[in-house]
């Protein structure tokens, strides 16, 4: 079994209010949730209007097939026309048992 976690820094430049942005990350996670079957959760930047972390996190047995996974995941992201990602950090590992 295979861990990755995807961490991406996240830029909402269109929004001017904490509402606004929740309601952007609401909308971007519920769609990753369900399109990719993925566990996705705010880290940082809860008080800014304009800035957001968030990772995702799959669990599989192949890493080609995670890391295809996020990458497709990653087009998602850079495709949504209300979110810049400034930064992404992926990390997979095999948890001990």
Do not use: C
């Not at 929004?15 to 519920?30: D, E, F």
């Not at 957001?52 to 047995?61: K, L, P, S």
């Amino acid at each position: 079994m295979l861990v990755a976690v995807e961490r991406f820094d996240l830029r909402i430049p269109g929004v001017h209010s904490l509402k606004q942005k929740r309601h952007v990350l609401k909308t971007l996670t519920a769609a990753l949730r369900q399109s990719f079957a993925v566990s996705v959760a705010e880290l940082e930047y809860q008080d800014l209007w304009q800035r957001a972390a968030i990772a995702v996190a799959i669990v599989g047995g192949e890493e080609y097939h995670l890391r295809r996974v996020l990458r497709e995941i990653e087009n998602r992201i850079d495709a949504w026309g209300e979110i810049e990602v400034i930064d992404l950090e992926l990390q997979v590992w095999a948890p001990e048992d």
